[in-house]
């Protein structure tokens, strides 16, 4: 875990000590709702501003840690110990590339360890000389861990950026979102969860919708009834509940954005397993394959009258999809298999609105590694998917700077895909990006009593108030 500092000094330069001095430190913007001066810390916060790497032994990110309580703010007074540990080839450094202290735990696996100052603390991690992914994770007593799973890439990867005419405007129609993804609803429904205003029992769309949503997002697995699939034996988010959930969303007067996962279960930056029915494939039977499923789907929602109003190619997919094939670090099989999922649709209705959703919220410089490569490779979408978790993807500073500088380059519509906590905040970056761009947001499942809009009973509570003024805001406002 030690790397001399005299390593570092080539690599390091303005734009390490730029990143060190984030608008963290310069506004006051979000504090109110994201910091706190003291409390009762809950979790470990991690973000490491790239999770992609080449294996050269010096390439490296920043590591941002601070603690939060249990509504995620920051602790901004805590000088709690930290323990880091990583897994297989890399290694973590101070700030400035001095060393940190070692230790051993009672195990025998060695860790490195710092202590907040003023609530955070900014390290190094430096990638190895082999290809891999590494875990990192932070630890403090009882406080839930913060990780991330860095992958490195062989240093024979070849970077390229977009020409100027790979990056046209959008000129599909693409409406504002204020959008809620309730995959689980078929789920908790037969275990008997249902939903209720002033006691009254109403349906879970039907309540979202009066309470200012207007599109419904739903995952879609390949078979997730196999034993190893997402829903062994029943099947949840397979075709067969995705055409019923396409009809009440219809019904309900909501639009639908369809997201393929591309595999018989999650698919994320940390797993992107093959369909079992695919397993075997060789490439080109593969590309065959995301082409040709992909139109299908599509086919079976059309003729039932529930054709998507967007769709997404993947989920998450900053580390690839269908791996090992469609892995980052085979930039090229990965952009053939996402170019297929794009032909897929295009086969159904050239006019459908495409989106790649990468994690990313906060990490400027892996997002514009993985559009750049991806772009220039020729994969052509409509519309840029970011998830923003705080655990993981960074401050509201970091996602308000990462969008602005998205818009900016590449001139495409944004959506924050994933979302959950510091909900008008979320909003408010998205629709005030220039040029219109900021098309909307999709909570993570909020119908758990986790999201704080309903109780254990099912009984919706006042923060869904939120939401009536963002729909006054942003959807019933001009634009």
């Not at 082999?130 to 994770?137: A, M």
């Not at 993947?314 to 298999?337: F, T, Y």
């Not at 900016?408 to 905040?425: H, I």
Request: charged share 25%; net charge negative.
């Amino acid at each position: 875990m030690r790397m001399k500092l005299y390593k570092l000094i080539p690599f390091l330069g303005i734009a390490f000590l730029m990143q060190c001095n984030s608008p963290t430190s310069k506004t006051s913007e979000f504090d109110a709702v994201s910091h706190v001066e003291t409390g009762i810390p809950v979790s470990v916060m991690l973000t490491s501003y790239s999770t992609t790497l080449l294996a050269d032994g010096s390439d490296h990110t920043r590591l941002r840690i601070a603690v939060t309580d249990s509504t995620g703010r920051e602790i901004t007074s805590a000088t709690d110990s930290i323990q880091i540990y990583v897994t297989e080839d890399g290694s973590v450094t101070a700030a400035d590339g001095s060393d940190l202290v070692i230790r051993t735990d009672t195990l025998g696996t060695a860790y490195a360890e710092c202590q907040l100052m003023n609530g955070l603390y900014h390290l190094l991690f430096i990638s190895g000389t082999e290809p891999d992914k590494i875990k990192v994770e932070a630890r403090s007593g009882k406080l839930w861990p913060g990780a991330h799973e860095i992958h490195t890439l062989p240093v024979d990867f070849v970077m390229m950026k977009p020409k100027p005419d790979q990056l046209p405007s959008t000129t599909k129609t693409i409406d504002r979102m204020i959008g809620a993804d309730i995959s689980f609803l078929p789920q908790i429904e037969d275990r008997g969860r249902k939903f209720f205003v002033n006691d009254e029992g109403i349906d879970a769309i039907e309540l979202l919708r009066n309470h200012g949503f207007n599109y419904i997002r739903l995952r879609i697995f390949v078979n997730p009834e196999n034993e190893k699939g997402y829903a062994p034996e029943q099947g949840y988010c397979g075709l067969k509940y995705t055409l019923e959930m396409a009809r009440r969303i219809r019904d309900g007067g909501m639009k639908l954005l369809l997201d393929f996962h591309y595999s018989d279960y999650w698919a994320d930056p940390q797993q992107q397993y093959k369909p079992l029915a695919w397993a075997d494939l060789d490439f080109e039977t593969l590309k065959d394959s995301v082409k040709a499923y992909t139109t299908n789907v599509l086919l079976a929602l059309k003729q039932q009258g529930t054709l998507p109003d967007m769709v997404q190619i993947g989920n998450e997919i900053n580390h690839g999809i269908l791996w090992p094939d469609g892995h980052i670090s085979r930039p090229d099989q990965l952009a053939g298999l996402l170019k297929a999922g794009v032909e897929g649709v295009e086969a159904v209705n050239p006019d459908l609105p495409v989106m790649m959703h990468i994690a990313l919220g906060g990490q400027k410089a892996e997002a514009v590694f993985w559009l750049d490569n991806m772009i220039a490779r020729g994969v052509q979408f409509d519309i840029i998917g970011i998830s923003y978790y705080p655990r993981w993807h960074g401050t509201l500073y970091d996602l308000k700077s990462n969008l602005h500088d998205l818009a900016k380059r590449y001139n495409k519509p944004l959506n924050v895909v994933e979302y959950s906590d510091f909900k008008r905040e979320v909003h408010d970056i998205v629709f005030n990006l220039p040029g219109n761009l900021g098309k909307g947001t999709c909570i993570w499942e909020p119908l758990g009593w986790r999201s704080g809009m309903f109780d254990r009973n099912g009984e919706v509570t006042e923060l869904i108030s939120v939401y009536d003024g963002l729909k006054e805001k942003y959807l019933t406002a001009p634009e």
